[in-house]
């Protein structure tokens, strides 16, 4: 398995840093698991900051479990100043 997660600024003039990371094979799925659990909670901070819930969105809630199940395919998470693209391939 190999995971590829982004962290990219949506705007510029925006303060903080960008990153990827690429995670392959068994020994690294746990690390892959933490990134993509701390995405998750950041998506779900900023959604509750401005006032909506993740239950609002089905869309969202099965992105968000496909995810943290590491399904194949590929997901964003906008944060507000940042976005998480993350990319999980079998």
């Given at each position: 398995?190999?995971?590829t997660?982004?962290?990219?600024?949506?705007?510029?003039?925006?303060?903080?840093?960008?990153?990827?990371?690429?995670?392959?094979g068994?020994?690294?799925?746990?690390?892959?698991?933490?990134?993509?659990?701390?995405?998750?909670?950041?998506?779900?901070a900023?959604?509750?900051?401005?006032?909506?819930e993740?239950?609002?969105?089905?869309?969202?809630?099965?992105?968000?479990?496909?995810?943290?199940?590491?399904?194949?395919?590929?997901?964003?998470?906008?944060?507000?100043?940042?976005?998480?693209?993350?990319?999980?391939?079998k």
């Amino acid at each position: 398995m190999k995971v590829t997660i982004e962290h990219k600024k949506n705007h510029e003039h925006i303060v903080g840093k960008e990153w990827k990371e690429v995670y392959e094979g068994d020994n690294e799925e746990k690390f892959a698991t933490r990134d993509i659990q701390e995405a998750v909670e950041e998506y779900e901070a900023n959604l509750n900051a401005n006032g909506f819930e993740l239950g609002d969105d089905q869309d969202k809630v099965n992105e968000v479990y496909a995810v943290t199940e590491l399904q194949e395919g590929e997901y964003s998470f906008d944060c507000g100043d940042f976005t998480y693209y993350i990319t999980i391939e079998k």
